[in-house]
């Protein structure tokens, strides 16, 4: 298992059966000109390379840092957005339900009194 034999049994069993779906699960490996046969040699030079240095080493932090705007808006240094929920209390989710549902009545009642308009 260590060297991937399972995975290769799995690339070669699905691109017997299903070329499309072994296009599609192994697209990566493809673009790295790796197939069945060369899993095993991929893992052992992985392998290898972590035999001659086995200390683990830090990725270079980014730098990037976020900034929490209007109604969970949130901008990051890198230029990027994204809309975050922000919660809100069980009071505040009660009194939002109870406003719909008076709008939703007040909607009813409009048009309940279009009708009788009508009939008149």
Same mark, same amino acid.
């Given at each position: 298992?260590?060297?991937?034999?399972?995975?290769?049994?799995?690339?070669?069993? %699905?691109?017997?059966? =299903?070329?499309?779906?072994?296009?599609?699960?192994?697209?990566?490996?493809?673009?790295?000109? %790796? =197939?069945?046969?060369?899993?095993?040699?991929?893992?052992?030079?992985?392998?290898?390379?972590?035999?001659? =240095?086995?200390?683990? @080493?830090?990725?270079?932090?980014?730098?990037?840092?976020?900034?929490?705007?209007?109604?969970? @808006?949130?901008?990051?240094?890198?230029?990027?957005?994204?809309?975050?929920?922000?919660?809100?209390? %069980?009071? @505040?989710?009660?009194?939002?339900?109870?406003?719909?549902?008076?709008?939703?009545?007040?909607?009813?009642?409009?048009?309940? =009194?279009?009708?009788?308009?009508?009939?008149?």
């Amino acid at each position: 298992k260590i060297f991937g034999g399972q995975v290769k049994d799995y690339m070669e069993m %699905l691109a017997e059966e =299903d070329p499309t779906k072994y296009e599609a699960h192994f697209s990566k490996y493809i673009a790295g000109d %790796l =197939d069945g046969e060369k899993l095993e040699e991929m893992y052992s030079d992985a392998h290898e390379k972590i035999r001659e =240095d086995p200390e683990h @080493q830090l990725a270079e932090k980014k730098g990037v840092t976020h900034a929490r705007g209007e109604a969970g @808006q949130i901008t990051s240094s890198d230029g990027t957005e994204h809309a975050r929920n922000k919660k809100i209390t %069980l009071e @505040q989710r009660r009194a939002k339900v109870a406003a719909k549902i008076a709008a939703a009545q007040a909607k009813l009642l409009a048009a309940e =009194d279009e009708d009788e308009n009508e009939d008149e």
